[in-house]
């Protein structure tokens, strides 16, 4: 499995109540770290929904220590075909054997700014991949824009945006292909989403651009972290449609504009 930052071991959580209480507490002061209007960011989840993951046949719970403290905890579903999908309405060309479904990575306050959540990123990846999972996917709540540009900075794609069906939440929708085989993207009719000073504060205008663009057939493909931007690129698909009608995404492109 991957190395883990100094000082930290990476441990496979067990159905314990040493290892559930210390995924409730973690849980607990992230939400409490959080304004009330911020507490949507993560999913709160019950004693219930742990004991769950723990005791599943197909899900992971990882965790990373300090000493015996837990300070960054991801959970990763490796779904059956028979199995109930999480995230059904995303993906759906795919078998659930061909998919890896990566669930919110959660990090102590006091450790971010340390990789942690990149390093839950490949922990899971690695372990899909020896699966023989194709295809890692995940959901991230639009008002958290941290994550989802950290899942871009990591080679994951804006694929679809839209609302979480359960709850009519704002949601970004990102894969990443695990068998190496990913297209390389040409610059050419690619698109540049600044994502402005207060990248908080245009979450609504960024939400709906990207709903636009993802509606248009383009993909967040890449992070330019110097100009604070995520890179479009026309999908295949798209790509498909625009060789037959070449109007099809210039006309997407300035409908939507510049932020």
Known sequence: MSSVPVNLTLKKL????????????????????????????????????????????????FGLYDGDRLVSQSILSLPGDRDTRDLPEFAGEYKNSELAVFKAVLVDPEYRGRGLMKQMLKIREQVAAEHGRKIAITQIAADNPASWVNA????????????????????????????????????????????????????????????????????????????????????????????????????ARQSIGKI
């Not at 939440?169 to 085989?181: H, N, P, S, W």
């Not at 993207?185 to 908080?200: C, F, I, K, T, W």
């Open 152 to 251: 871009i900075q990591y080679g994951m794609q804006i694929t679809k945006v839209g609302f979480d069906p359960e709850d009519n939440a704002k949601v970004i929708y990102l894969q990443k292909r695990l068998d190496g085989k990913a297209p390389i993207p040409s610059e050419q009719n690619a698109y540049r989403l600044s994502l402005g000073s207060d990248v908080h504060k245009n979450v609504p205008a960024l939400f709906n651009k990207m709903m636009k663009l993802s509606a248009a057939g383009m993909i967040g493909s890449a992070w330019d972290k110097q100009n604070n931007q995520i890179i479009w690129y026309p999908s295949a698909t798209a790509a498909r449609i625009k060789k037959r009608d070449r109007i099809f995404v210039p006309a």
């Open 14 to 61: 067990e159905m314990n109540t040493a290892d559930l209480r210390s995924l409730l507490d973690l849980q607990d002061k992230i939400i409490a770290g959080f304004k009330p209007d911020e507490q949507h960011f993560i999913l709160h989840r019950t004693i219930d929904d742990f004991s769950n993951a723990l005791k599943s046949d197909h899900m992971y719970v």
